[in-house]
């Protein structure tokens, strides 16, 4: 059983790769940009007849949220173009086909959860080529699709350690505390990756760790584990502008994945230390 792991040098790529070999899985193929240009419809082609896949977990995608502002063709190319050529291939050979969307197809504004059958309304470039990627994947039924948020994981950059580098470089920092969302640790989103493609219950599922906070809270939270004592200031979404528009709501229903038997992923805070330890910063 060959399973195909793009963005194998990304962080979730990385955590996906991992937990497959610790399932005993052999014939893992992970790649990257220097291994295939999913944009490149022919060089896809001819890397499906080479590799044909049992699964493919598509974890590549542009994601620099506010760079897509000013370079929308090339967000476009890689989150739809790129997703429609594999998911074309995924179709002619009868792969399950993951695919990893994102909190930003949504616009943020509703007052609870958002539930995986919501009107998606993307405020962004980045929101919109995730979606439409999505548009994309839904073509071929042997899908699914996996929402996620505020991602963190070994293999990369993200919040958390950009917070720990601030935290030994400023004498206080001024974080956002009214964006809600639930941070997601990618060691604990791979094993449910995993256990998506071990099942044939496609559709569409919301997946983030479990319980809610702002990026402020998240902060606070970083530096109590980590033990960085700075002051840090919540402030309003307002007072720090960002090119593209970031959801103020980004909390997810996980129903979906009830309704199907799957587990839920860890408690945010214990996912938090775990990260931490394992980053050896504890």
């Given amino acids: 059983m060959k399973i195909v792991v793009t963005g194998v040098n990304g962080q979730l790529g990385y955590d996906v790769v991992r937990e497959l070999k610790s399932r005993g899985y052999q014939n893992i193929l992970g790649i990257d940009i220097d291994d295939l240009d999913i944009t490149n419809k022919t060089q896809v082609v001819e890397f499906f007849k080479k590799n044909i896949p049992a699964a493919i977990i598509h974890c590549a995608a542009y994601t620099s949220v506010d760079k897509a502002e000013d370079n929308k063709d090339i967000c476009i190319n890689v989150n739809v173009e790129g997703t429609k050529n594999l998911v074309e291939q995924a179709k ?155 959801p103020k709501n980004s909390v997810l229903s996980k129903s979906s994945l009830d309704i199907n038997g799957f587990k839920r992923l860890p408690n945010w805070k214990d996912a938090l230390q775990r990260y931490l330890k394992e980053i050896e910063v504890i």
């Fill in 92 to 246: 002619k050979y009868d792969s399950k086909f993951v695919y990893i969307s994102t909190d930003y197809v949504f616009d943020g504004d509703k007052k609870s959860p958002y539930e995986i059958n919501d009107t998606p309304r993307p405020q962004s470039v980045y929101g919109e080529s995730k979606y439409l990627g999505e548009l994309e994947t839904i073509k071929h039924d042997k899908h699914f699709i996996i929402r996620i948020s505020w991602v963190f994981g070994k293999n990369g950059f993200n919040f958390v350690k950009t917070m720990l580098r601030l935290g030994k470089e400023k004498e206080f920092l001024n974080v956002v505390n009214d964006q809600f969302g639930s941070p997601t640790y990618t060691y604990d989103l791979s094993r449910l990756l995993v256990d998506f493609i071990e099942t044939n219950k496609y559709g569409i599922y919301h997946g983030t760790n479990e319980e809610t906070c702002t990026w402020y809270e998240f902060t606070k939270e970083i530096f109590k584990i980590a033990c960085i004592n700075i002051p840090v200031n919540p402030i309003m979404t307002s007072d720090y502008p960002t090119k593209a528009k970031r």
